[in-house]
């Protein structure tokens, strides 16, 4: 999804990816193909007519066309801004709606006889005023005052073509004023009857909330609104925000904790920070992808492994080695009592090509950490390599990090975490998963393997 933006910034981020596209030597068509995107919008982000809401589609866009670390550093940069402006250019206020159409009023008829609307027989309002001549004033049905002075020797006209400044266009000028006070008066009068002798202050506020409603397409009153009050209030009841101040709760400010409250009621006391993806070594790490390795950007680090991952939909390969930062949130010690996994989903171990996060790092360390096997039919959480087990304790000075790792040699496994917790009498589970998703690891059973050596710039079959 994308927003238009403005120029300037958008311009500097649209000629970069420009440049990169056209270097890369693919078609529009081509490269949308490799990024899984309609070749209308990355038109449109090339061209700076939109700008993506997410870097995840612009970095999977500069890799794809082989942009150097430099330049993904500099493209960063540019998304950034133009992505400023984009949100700024949002939160900005709409243009007032305009005013409702009002229907049309007849126009008064004259004491003349009648003519047919659009007929070439002119009325008074039609006849010029300078330069011809019109009927003499005492021709009947026509009021002596309507009649212009007559030239003896000069012909009548009987009609016009219409102009811009032509005496009917002021007439229907005047005629739509007279029907906007009309609808005006009309409206003030529902809004609050004239009861005769009230010219009390009401009648100006009912006025006042009338013009409002139609400048600002407010709902209607609150039923429990001050009758004396100019302006609307919220129909729905004033919350507090975390400041303190009130106001009309907004989804997107809605605040949200890590955890739910506990079982009384309480905030949490306790906040968890979680790394789905851990490196013991950039070798330790390898994932699954369902594209061809020309289809994959260079190896990203444990900084950014998640954004490489969503990139591509990369699910973790034979492991996955997860973080956990613990703290409370405030004096009191909190007490963690166990840590337990769930398995919510187990197939088939997944098809897609393996490729390794580095290669040539040497023998690595075992630390110590949390173990889960998902083959097993009920897995749990044991301890490995000297970890000591639960219960612990933190606070707000004293957090605890955790190291989780979870294999599996023949599914692929949708797995998360809960983390039992207890405070005085209060007690409670905090949900641990990756960012709103269930952590996801699959099996590597005979998959072709890629290995990115340092140097290269494509990716090499993996030496069997």
Known sequence: MSDAAEPGETNEFATLLLELKNRS????????????????TLHRYCNGTAIPTEYAPVERLARACRATPQELVELHRRWVLADAIRRAKAAQPGPPPPPAPSAPIP????????????????DDSDRPTTGTTTAPPDQPGEPAH???????????VSSLPSSPTSPRRRRTALIASAAAAVILATATLVTHPWSGNDHDSRDQQAVGATANSTANDAAPPSPTSSPTSPHRTP???PSTNGSGATGTPH??????????????????????????????????QHFLVDSEPAQVGPPAG???????????????????RVALTVQGTGSETVVLEALHVRALTKSAPLAWNDYSMGVGCGGGVDSKSFDIDLDNGSPTVTVKN????????????????????????????????????????????????????????????DRPGYDYPLGSSDWITRDS
């Open 25 to 40: 030597g693919l078609s529009y068509g081509a490269l949308a193909k490799r990024l899984h995107m309609s070749t209308s």
């Open 107 to 122: 126009a008064p008829e004259h004491p003349g006889p009648d003519s047919p609307e659009g007929s070439d027989t002119p």
């Open 146 to 156: 309507l009649a212009a002075p007559t030239a003896p020797d000069e012909p009548v």
């Open 235 to 237: 129909t729905s009841s």
């Open 251 to 284: 989804p997107s400010s809605t605040p949200t904790t890590t955890a739910p409250p506990d079982t009384l009621g309480n905030a949490t006391p306790v906040t968890v920070g979680v790394r789905p993806y851990v490196y013991d070594s950039p070798c330790s």
């Open 302 to 320: 444990e900084q950014d492994a998640t954004r490489w991952a969503a990139a591509y939909g990369a699910v973790s390969s034979d492991e996955q």
């Open 386 to 445: 000297g970890q000591r087990d639960f219960p612990y304790k933190v606070s707000e000075s004293d957090p605890e990090v955790f190291y989780v790792t979870a294999h599996t040699k023949a599914h692929d496994v949708r797995w998360d975490l809960t983390l039992d917790w207890s405070s005085g009498s209060h007690h409670g589970t905090v949900h641990i998963d990756n960012n709103g998703s269930p952590f996801r690891t699959s099996a590597d059973v």
